[in-house]
């Protein structure tokens, strides 16, 4: 995994939020299997999104010590957000935003993500992966490389 260099040598838990969180702005607009629009901070557990991934967990985290959140541009589309997102994309795989360009964003606000029943969420047509999906495998891989570094 490529993002995996971006981690510190020695990590530990209490690493996670700031290197691995994985948040959107609040006002990223999300849509619903009915129609709708919503802020991402508005989500609750049990929606249903436009394309089939109902929720099972709302994240909101603190944004202001996850590194530096960017404006990222992916596929036309704009999303503001912590440098671990995680996109899939059927032509390029998975990107990882620690290794896209992106505008800084000044604002320390709560971010926001979900958990999804299949791990991913779609936002502006991007495919993002869900809270878990884009913490799991870099945290797995961390601590496996650690735990192998100590026998």
């Not at 490529?2 to 006002?27: M, V």
């Not at 671990?84 to 964003?105: C, E, F, H, Q, T």
Request: glycine residues 10%; neutral net charge.
């Amino acid at each position: 995994e490529k993002s995996a260099k971006h981690l510190p040598r020695c990590f530990s838990l209490g690493d996670i939020h700031e290197h691995l969180e994985c948040g959107l702005h609040g006002d990223t607009q999300i849509e619903l299997d009915d129609g709708r629009s919503v802020n991402l901070k508005d989500v609750q557990v049990n929606d249903q999104l436009r394309f089939g991934q109902r929720v099972l967990g709302v994240v909101e985290m603190d944004g202001s010590n996850v590194g530096i959140l960017k404006e990222y541009k992916f596929g036309g589309a704009t999303f503001i957000g912590s440098p671990n997102l995680r996109i899939y994309s059927k032509d390029l795989g998975v990107i990882s935003a620690l290794d896209m360009p992106g505008v800084p964003v000044k604002s320390r606000q709560k971010l926001y993500n979900v958990i999804t029943d299949t791990k991913f969420i779609v936002i502006n047509g991007i495919r993002f992966f869900d809270y878990n999906g884009g913490l799991e495998p870099l945290l797995w891989k961390k601590m496996l490389n650690n735990q192998q570094n100590d026998l």
